[in-house]
């Protein structure tokens, strides 16, 4: 797989069900982060969580990241029709302003109400 | 909230054209990047600047592209002769000390 794609491409769920997506990357990083964009618009920032940590959480979400297995999971618990969007892992590389992110390709979260 | 502003928020040119896209970060921000985005694609890494310079480039980022910060406000990317492949949504993003860089609302540039 390419560095942070998402899995899987595309979900569609009930508002209140939970929502997970996954991503795989194949480099060592910094840290990986999950921002979403509503269609055709900018991209916001979710979550941060870094290399040494394994889990982190930020009122509905909930991140893991698993080093050893260069993956990582977004979850979105009791979802709602605005989180409604494309959800995108991107992994830090790189240091003291010369650091870039990387991107996957973008998970397209549908929550019908 | 403090947040990053671009300008115009769309832009249509002629390939050949110059266009230059602006870009306000944050204001106490040190580390500002261009992002690009071709419609359905990835969000591609272009360039990364702090103390004035480029500090970090992608293969995309080629001699027609440049990067600049005219005053203690703006960032500008400017595309010297645009062609159709420039077409994409292109992303600001600025950080202060901590790793998370926050991005713009975009600008779509359209090339005919």
């Known amino acids: 797989s390419q560095q942070g794609e998402e899995d899987p491409q595309a979900l569609s769920i009930q508002e209140g069900e939970n929502a997970t997506m996954n991503c795989s990357y194949k480099?060592?990083?910094?840290?990986l982060q999950w921002y979403r964009q509503n269609s055709g618009r900018g991209l916001v920032h979710l979550i941060l969580?870094?290399?040494?940590?394994r889990e982190k959480h930020s009122g509905r979400l909930r991140v893991t990241l698993d080093t050893s297995k260069k993956s990582s999971s977004l979850l979105i618990t009791a979802s709602r029709a605005a989180d409604t969007a494309s959800y995108f892992c991107?992994?830090?590389?790189?240091?003291?302003?010369?650091?870039?992110?990387?991107f996957g390709k973008g998970m397209k979260l549908t929550v019908n109400p | 909230e403090p947040e990053v502003t671009q300008t115009p928020s769309h832009q249509v040119t002629q390939m050949g054209q110059e266009v230059i896209l602006r870009c306000v970060p944050i204001?106490?921000?040190?580390?500002f990047y261009w992002y690009r985005q071709i419609l359905g694609q990835k969000v591609e890494f272009l360039v990364s600047?702090?103390?004035?310079?480029?500090?970090?480039k992608s293969e995309i980022f080629d001699d027609q592209f440049s990067v600049e910060r005219p005053d203690g406000s703006n960032f500008t990317l400017k595309i010297r002769s645009t062609k159709l492949e420039d077409s994409a949504m292109y992303f600001c993003?600025?950080?202060?000390?901590?790793?998370?860089?926050?991005f713009g609302p975009g600008t779509r540039l359209l090339v005919l």
């Open positions: 993003a600025s950080r202060g000390d901590w790793e998370t860089q926050y």
């Open positions: 480099t060592s990083i910094n840290n």
């Open positions: 969580i870094r290399s040494n940590e």
């Open positions: 991107a992994t830090m590389r790189g240091r003291g302003g010369s650091e870039k992110l990387v």
């Open positions: 204001s106490n921000h040190l580390y």
């Open positions: 600047f702090y103390n004035n310079e480029i500090s970090e």
